[in-house]
């Protein structure tokens, strides 16, 4: 009975594990690097203002 228990108990683990593996982390976001998080805000920045300047050039 011991050993039937314990070979079932292994079995359940790795279906648990292989599983896990399978179904998506979570809704925590991707990690971005502190460079990258940088770099993507000096793009914003660079947008921003030129469609700023585009805006009053309308007005």
């Known amino acids: ?3 039937k228990k314990k070979v079932v108990s ?3 683990k790795k279906a648990k594990k292989a599983n ?3 179904a ?3 809704n925590k976001p991707r990690y971005i ?3 990258e998080r940088e770099k ?3 793009e ?3 947008i921003q203002p030129s469609e700023t300047v585009q805006q009053e050039d309308t007005v």
């Open 20 to 22: 896990a593996k399978l």
């Open 33 to 35: 690097s502190k460079a």
């Open 24 to 26: 998506p982390n979570s």
């Open 10 to 12: 292994t079995l359940k």
């Open 40 to 42: 993507l805000a000096l």
């Open 44 to 46: 914003a920045e660079a």
């Open 1 to 3: 009975m011991n050993r």
